[in-house]
């Protein structure tokens, strides 16, 4: 039995890291480059792997160099590539990310790719395994139709969802009772909201709004400034770790990750939203996304 699945894409993360994001027009010297596994489930799925989590990842790539390097990927992190359909029609996703190196901020392009043409009839065999895995986990970068399909099937049978609404895009009302955990970050919280969120109080706010819908637990992650949690009852604030971030890309995706590993264990929630929010910490400590996931040993 897999602990958790995930459900997502993997992309060739392309990123330049300079003294400024470059304004429309404008042309900087960067300071570095580099390419490597980005695409938010398959980072997610590389944070729990390297927690020490027992994790499948359901996904699409194209047969080609960049489908080499997701494939090789997952070898190096120790999860399954049975269930990556490769399609020689199709192109590998890659996403161009720019970043400020003073701040670790950045802007990112993503180009799907491959998995903008999965297909609910082409993952039968794929349902089974979400049917029988403990935690399913999923973002919105496959369609949604998908998506839909693979969280209805994991709440009938019995496990833990969640969904990190990411990139924030529609979601129909058939979603919210299929959600345990709802995981947007500040920016998205308030596009499935309406509330902008500056405190404490204002991320209550939207979260009250989100628990109304249906959704049974929400976290909004707060980026430098922590993590917000609601379930309609208890509320739970967890300030970020004091460290000096070199590159925030992927910092939702460890969180991600690390909340559904420690879920897994059965941990009560604050201790997982801590270790969720150490995790998410210490990925920003290195440049890129999949690459900067950290390993159980760096948690000491
Ligand atoms: P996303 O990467 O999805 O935009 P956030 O920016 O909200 O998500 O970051 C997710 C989590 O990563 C935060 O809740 C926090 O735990 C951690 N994090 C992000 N930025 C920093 C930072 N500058 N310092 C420490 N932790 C951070």
């Known amino acids: 039995m897999s602990e958790i699945t995930v459900l997502g894409i993997f992309v060739a993360d392309i990123s330049f890291s300079g003294h400024k994001i470059p304004s429309i027009g404008e042309t900087i010297l960067g300071k570095k480059y580099n390419v490597g596994p980005g695409g938010k489930g398959c980072n997610q799925a590389i944070a729990i792997s390297r927690l020490g989590g027992k994790t499948n990842f359901i996904s699409k790539i ?26 020689s029609n199709q192109q590998t996703g890659v996403a161009g990310i720019l970043v400020d190196q003073n701040t670790g901020k950045n802007a990112i392009n993503v180009i799907v790719g491959a998995p903008s043409s999965l297909k609910v009839n082409e993952i039968e065999k794929q349902i089974d395994l979400i049917k029988s895995s ?7 970068e496959v369609p949604k139709d998908v998506t839909l399909h693979c969280l209805k ?4 049978s019995g496990c833990i969802t969640i969904l990190n609404p990411a990139p924030a895009s529609e979601i129909s009302k058939d979603y919210y009772s299929n959600i345990d955990y709802f995981t947007p970050n500040e920016t998205e919280a308030e596009f499935y909201t309406g509330v902008k969120i500056s405190n404490q109080r204002d991320a209550k706010k939207a979260a009250d709004k989100l628990i109304n819908l249906g959704i049974k637990k929400v976290v909004i992650t707060l980026g430098e400034k922590g993590l917000f949690y609601f379930d309609g009852k208890e509320e739970i604030y967890l300030k970020a770790s004091n460290v000096k971030a070199v590159d925030t890309t992927g910092a939702g995706d460890a969180f991600n990750g690390a909340l559904a590993f420690s879920l897994s264990k059965e941990k009560p929630i604050k201790e997982c939203l801590k270790l969720a929010n150490k995790v998410a910490g210490l990925s920003t ?16």
């Not at 099937?153 to 009938?156: P, Y």
């Not at 890129?288 to 040993?297: L, Q, Y």
């Open 62 to 87: 194209g047969k080609d160099s960049y489908g080499e390097l997701a494939l090789k990927t997952l070898e190096k992190n120790k999860i399954s590539t049975k269930n990556v359909i490769q399609d």
């Open 134 to 140: 403990k935690i399913f986990l999923t973002q919105l």
């Open 153 to 156: 099937t994991a709440k009938e």
């Open 285 to 300: 400590l290195k440049l890129g996304a999949g690459d900067a996931m950290p390993f159980i040993g760096d948690l000491d």
